[in-house]
């Protein structure tokens, strides 16, 4: 399945499986916590896409290299 989820103004599609709808809020949760760190909105800024395997979201940037975050 697929949400939309939107952080400091850019919009970003999050992949997850259908039983996993719950990690999605965790995902939005854990951005808001790092609303502070500025190399993470550095890097908010080139992320085309998430997808969220078990409690880890990987963000996919636009030149292909991939960053992993745990959710939980």
Sequence with gaps: ???IINFKKRSV???YPNEQSALVE????KLHQMELDFDFRKKW???KSVE???D???FQYTDGTK???EVS
């Design 45 to 47: 800024r080139r992320i």
């Design 52 to 54: 969220m395997v078990r």
């Design 67 to 69: 960053l992993y975050l």
């Design 26 to 29: 965790q995902l939005n949760h």
């Design 1 to 3: 399945m697929m949400r």
């Design 56 to 58: 880890v979201a990987i």
């Design 13 to 15: 599609p999050v992949y």
